[in-house]
Nanobody, 122 residues
């Protein structure tokens, strides 16, 4: 069992930056691939970024590529999402997730945080 707790959401102007954190509690954090997903009002949850257990590779949705960076610190049991050059369309609830597979698919992740709201004003 893994518990995930996100933090760092808030209100930011277009062009600004935010850094989300996700702290993991429970089983060995380093044994899981980690992902960030987001869900805007009235829309399905969508993939944003993922990182392998060892941090050797990461993958991004086209909509965030070049603006967002996912990273992890296995010593601190934490995964981060640095969001730069933010746009109003980035407004959503952001969720971190842990799974055994490095994947863009929600069903591949076994554990989810409660989400943190990110709002980008124009």
């Amino acid at each position: 069992q893994v518990q995930l707790v996100e933090s760092g959401g808030g209100l930011v102007q277009a062009g600004g930056s935010l850094r989300l954190s996700c702290a993991a509690y429970g089983r060995t954090f380093s044994s899981y691939a980690m992902g960030w997903f987001r869900q805007a009002p009235g829309k399905e949850r969508e993939f944003a970024a993922a990182i392998r257990r060892s941090s050797l590779s990461s993958y991004y949705a086209d909509s965030v590529k070049g603006r967002f960076t996912i990273s992890r610190d296995n010593a601190k049991n934490t995964v981060y999402l640095q969001m730069n050059s933010m746009k109003p369309e980035d407004t959503a609830v952001y969720y971190c997730a842990a799974g055994e597979s490095f994947s863009t698919a929600t069903y591949q992740y076994d554990y989810w945080g409660q989400g943190t709201q990110v709002t980008v004003s124009s």
